[in-house]
């Protein structure tokens, strides 16, 4: 268990359905993250709040919603998606600012699994 | 454009042999540099990272990664692998960008270690 919490783990949806992925983290951190896995690719960096303010948005297509109500919470609604969306959706957390160890470093929940059909 | 490269999408190595991950990198200024692991159905875990000082940097498990800033690499090594070390290794780099860090990932390289 890392303290980043992602859930549900595992998600299949139609390409008409409306769901939400959760992240949460009760480690401290201010910034927190959405990121995109798929197989042999980069992470794609998709969204990042700072202090539940959004900062940072990667040209991500408007199918694709977060949400940041606080700073150990964020969500990823999902709606009209398409097949090509189909990865998983990883969340992460780190402080700010800070020296130490733990500084400077993404702390990663287990990610969701996304199927769309 | 910042960009951070693996060059191997797989690295097969023995029991008790020495391996090396290669990762090199294409950003400006001086990044931090990074490296994570990914088990099975799992999320991206910390091994170490390089902010400054020494080149040899050590983390989790026995691993170390050297910096070398002329040839912009920072190559993971282990001098006996374990089966266990099987894995999904991300090399990453980040800075500092106007309010929050930014990180840039490689696309991965798949580690098996054989018995």
């Known amino acids: 268990e890392t303290g980043v919490t992602q859930t549900p783990r595992h998600l299949v949806m139609g390409m008409t359905n409306k769901k939400s992925l959760k992240c949460e983290q009760h480690?401290?951190?201010?910034?927190m993250y959405w990121y995109k896995q798929s197989a042999k690719k980069p992470l794609e960096l998709m969204f990042v709040?700072?202090?539940?303010?959004?900062?940072e948005n990667n040209s991500v297509p408007s199918r694709f919603s977060p949400e940041c109500p606080n700073s150990s919470h964020l969500f990823l609604h999902l709606h009209t998606l398409q097949p090509e969306d189909s990865a998983l959706y990883l969340c992460?957390?780190?402080?700010?600012?800070?020296?130490?160890?733990?500084?400077?470093?993404?702390?990663f929940g287990a990610g969701s699994r996304l199927t769309v059909l | 454009a910042q960009s951070v490269a693996q060059p191997e999408d797989q690295v097969n190595v023995a029991e008790g042999n020495p391996l090396t991950v290669k990762c090199t990198y294409s950003?400006?200024?001086?990044?931090?540099l990074f490296w994570y692991v990914q088990y099975p159905n799992r999320g991206l875990q910390f091994l170490l990272k390089?902010?400054?000082?020494?080149?040899l940097v050590k983390g989790s498990y026995g691993f170390e990664a050297e910096f070398n800033k002329s040839q912009t690499s920072f190559h993971l090594k282990k001098p006996s692998a374990l089966v266990s070390d099987s894995a999904l290794y991300f090399c990453?780099?980040?800075?500092?960008?106007?309010?929050?860090?930014?990180?840039?990932f490689g696309s991965g390289t798949k580690l098996n270690v054989k018995p």
């Open positions: 992460a957390s780190s402080p700010i600012t800070g020296t130490g160890t733990g500084a400077n470093v993404l702390t």
């Open positions: 480690l401290g951190h201010n910034a």
């Open positions: 709040y700072n202090f539940k303010e959004q900062t």
């Open positions: 950003v400006s200024g001086n990044p931090y």
């Open positions: 390089y902010i400054t000082g020494d080149n």
């Open positions: 990453a780099v980040s800075f500092f960008s106007g309010n929050f860090n930014k990180f840039y």
